[in-house]
């Protein structure tokens, strides 16, 4: 009888542990680590929307997705961004060229300089794509998907066929 009362208190305090540990890692997801990457944004010099629990600023994108795609186009604009990225080109209007959005618990960072893009692109095991859905490995192989030094050695084959004087003599009608 004894025994048995242990065992089911060791089992109350495993389940316990398990549940605890569970709901800490969940709300560390949630919130913690969220909050701890916006003062670090912040303390970089960016800014950006405060985060928000769980849906950060997708309410608002999906918002002004819906409302720019609800209204017709203006014949012969070349203003795509306000289309089809509405909710970016307004945090990018109002926090300035390197500032950042929530998209749920993740951070999306907009950097708009030349010498930062530079940096950026260069150092390929600083900076990691994000994780895209597996599907689309089938759906679109090839050098958007590529990351590390297959990117790197690509990316090297195909800079001296984007120059803009082979461009020129290619678009020429």
């Known amino acids: 009888?004894?025994?048995?009362?242990?065992?089911?208190?060791t089992g109350i305090s495993v389940a316990c542990i398990v549940v605890f540990t569970w709901v800490w890692k969940l709300f560390n997801l949630v919130w913690i680590t969220p909050?701890?990457?916006?003062?670090?944004?912040?303390e970089q010099g960016l800014s950006g929307t405060p985060y928000r629990l769980l849906h950060g600023d997708?309410?608002?994108?999906?918002?002004?997705?819906?409302?720019?795609?609800?209204?017709?186009?203006?014949?012969?604009?070349?203003?795509?961004?306000?289309?089809i990225?509405?909710?970016?080109?307004?945090i990018i209007k109002k926090h300035g060229n390197c500032s950042f959005m929530w998209q749920g618990p993740v951070a999306t960072v907009f950097i708009c300089?030349?010498?930062?893009?530079?940096?950026?692109?260069n150092k390929i095991d600083a900076f990691h794509?994000?994780?895209a859905n597996p599907l689309s490995g089938f759906l679109t192989p090839g050098f958007i998907q590529y990351?590390?030094?297959?990117?790197?050695k690509h990316r090297k084959l195909v800079t001296p066929a984007l120059?803009?004087?082979?461009l020129k003599v290619t678009l020429v009608l």
């Not at 909050?35 to 912040?42: G, P, Q, V």
């Not at 990351?147 to 790197?152: A, L, R, V």
């Open 163 to 166: 120059y803009s004087e082979k």
């Open 85 to 90: 990225m509405p909710y970016e080109k307004h």
């Open 1 to 9: 009888m004894e025994t048995q009362q242990l065992l089911i208190r």
């Open 35 to 42: 909050k701890s990457l916006e003062k670090k944004l912040r």
């Open 113 to 121: 300089e030349p010498e930062l893009m530079r940096e950026v692109l």
């Open 129 to 131: 794509k994000p994780k």
């Open 58 to 83: 997708i309410e608002e994108s999906a918002m002004m997705s819906h409302e720019a795609l609800s209204k017709p186009m203006v014949l012969f604009s070349n203003d795509h961004i306000s289309r």
């Open 147 to 152: 990351e590390g030094e297959k990117w790197s």
